[in-house]
């Protein structure tokens, strides 16, 4: 079955920078659009990142614009969210998430998601 595995989370101070990757088992992974998600406490889920098959087409949440990096390695099924200069407002559980229809920002575009990882930023 399809399986994704996050990785990478924990804490890290203001300022300071995390590298979150994400296994991806059980699909065609050069098949799927890949995404990042996160999720606060009391807050909805809200999207971060997204790249498409190729890595032709990536997208950033405007919160994360120009501090956050999306990519991907099709040859190791894997995709990664480079994330520097973190804020205090950052801190959430972040998903891993694959979907067949073109990359997008809609959580609904995707198929299959990762259990999460939890990121803190202390200040």
């Known amino acids: 079955q399809v399986q994704l595995v996050e990785s990478g989370g924990g804490l890290v101070q203001a300022g300071g920078s995390l590298r979150l990757s994400c296994a991806a088992s059980?699909?065609?992974?050069?098949?799927?659009?890949m995404g990042w998600f996160r999720q606060a406490p009391g807050k909805e889920r809200e999207f971060v990142a997204g790249?498409?098959?190729?890595?032709?087409?990536?997208y950033y949440a405007d919160s994360v614009k120009g501090r956050f990096t999306i990519s991907r390695d099709n040859a190791k099924n894997m995709v990664y969210l480079q994330m520097n200069s973190m804020k205090p407002e950052d801190p959430a559980v972040y998903y891993c998430?694959?979907?067949?229809?073109?990359?997008?920002?809609?959580?609904?575009?995707?198929?299959?998601w990762g259990q999460g990882t939890q990121v803190t930023v202390s200040s």
């Open positions: 790249i498409s098959r190729s890595s032709g087409g990536i």
């Open positions: 998430a694959a979907g067949r229809m073109p990359v997008g920002i809609a959580g609904e575009r995707y198929d299959y």
């Open positions: 059980g699909l065609t992974f050069s098949s799927y659009a």
